[in-house]
């Protein structure tokens, strides 16, 4: 088993450093506190501020670092008022993600005390299992022009990917299976009936079906899913889908969660994972202390779990998991929130919470 692991911090833009200085202190408190091994931080500069001040977004010795590192945690990247000469804004998550190969996006959709805006629900536990390398998002960066009179970009699903991915959200329904989370269901989530390329899609799902028998396979059309994740969302188990669709769908799943600032993620390939909340950098609250660092929290909650998965570490499983009951007893209780949870705490205060939850010493 290893003795320390090398985390890879990009702190980002905005509301970054402000979630991520309590959460790697929390995580570093909490191995330190169960004798699991190190985690060892190191910051590295990326993003619009470092783009903005340095001319490079991500530099090619972050990148090193990144891909060198045993998991990366990353917080929020881009500002509005930064960007490359396309109009286009900067974010280095995307270019991670296209050259580490994290093709699998994973987004869950849990209720753990928290409300959330559809009346008469009060469980909701799924997983949009976004695809993260290519899609339409193959196209970021390579778009065309017709100068003034039409703009150009092209969807890409290869077999390669496509096949990696279903593999990765029937593996993920059978893990659900045995813990008890899901009846052992996998959507394909297409528009299969007028893209080629989604047609194609859907025939490797069927395909990569056929080698988990034991897991139902269903498939829906992507503008049917967004009706039923808003009038019967308890109907799915696990998602999977392209990229641009799993954008977009991811944020409505963060909506159902009752907010962006409930809604980690974790974006996994076959040697590399970033973990970051699905928000982006709230610049309109910024600077003030008062961002929800749970989303932030619960994704370092999937990396201890990733990593103890990895590295066959069933201590880091068990940190993982109380450090996710720790932060629904905060909610539950509701009496430290911050002002998007209807409460006037700071983003300290939560942390401090979680950590007296978990038994352990209260971050400064
Ligand atoms: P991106 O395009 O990078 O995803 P965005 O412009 O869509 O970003 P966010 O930066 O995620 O949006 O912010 C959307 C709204 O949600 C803002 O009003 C912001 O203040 C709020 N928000 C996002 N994250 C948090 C958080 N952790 N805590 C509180 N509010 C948040």
Request: glycine share 12%.
């Amino acid at each position: 088993m290893a003795g320390r692991f090398n985390i890879c911090v990009f702190d980002g833009d905005g509301i970054g450093p402000e979630i991520m200085a309590p959460t790697i202190e929390l995580l570093g408190a909490l191995s330190a506190a169960r004798g699991l091994p190190t985690l060892a931080f190191a910051h590295h500069p990326a993003g619009a501020g470092h783009y903005r001040d340095h001319g490079e977004a991500l530099p090619a010795a972050s990148m090193q670092a990144a891909a060198a590192a045993d998991a990366i945690l990353l917080s929020a990247m881009g500002l509005p008022e930064v960007r490359y000469p396309d109009g286009t804004e900067i974010s280095p998550q995307i270019e991670l993600r296209m050259a580490l190969g994290l093709y699998a996006g994973v987004r869950p959709v849990l209720l753990f005390g928290q409300g959330t805006p559809l009346a008469g629900i009060d469980a909701l536990d799924f997983v949009i299992v976004r695809e993260s390398t290519e899609g339409l998002f193959a196209s970021h960066g390579k778009g065309s022009r017709d100068g003034d009179t039409a703009a150009h970009e092209t969807l890409t699903i290869t077999r390669e990917t496509s096949e990696k991915l279903f593999d990765f959200a029937f593996r993920l329904a059978r893990r659900r299976v045995a813990l008890g989370r899901g009846p052992g269901l996998v959507h394909c989530v297409d528009k299969a009936n007028v893209f080629q390329a989604f047609a194609f899609f859907r025939k490797i799902f069927h395909e990569r079906a056929a080698r988990f028998p034991d897991i139902q396979a269903k498939t829906t059309y992507v503008d049917a899913a967004a009706l039923w994740l808003v009038e019967r969302p308890t109907m799915f188990d696990v998602m999977v889908t392209e990229n641009m669709f799993g954008d977009i769908l991811s944020d409505l799943g963060a909506g159902l969660m009752g907010g962006l600032g409930f809604a980690p993620s974790a974006d996994i390939g076959d040697q590399n994972a970033v973990f970051q909340p699905c928000h982006g950098s709230a610049p309109d609250i910024a600077g003030r202390g008062i961002a929800n660092p749970i989303a932030m929290l619960l994704s370092g909650a999937m990396m201890l779990e990733w990593l103890a998965e990895r590295h066959g570490d069933e201590r880091l499983t068990a940190a993982g998991e109380d450090l996710r009951a720790a932060v629904a007893a905060v909610v539950r209780e509701g009496r430290v929130r911050t002002p998007d949870m209807g409460g006037s705490a700071g983003t300290a205060d939560v942390c401090a919470a979680v950590a007296a939850a978990l038994g352990l010493a209260v971050p400064a």
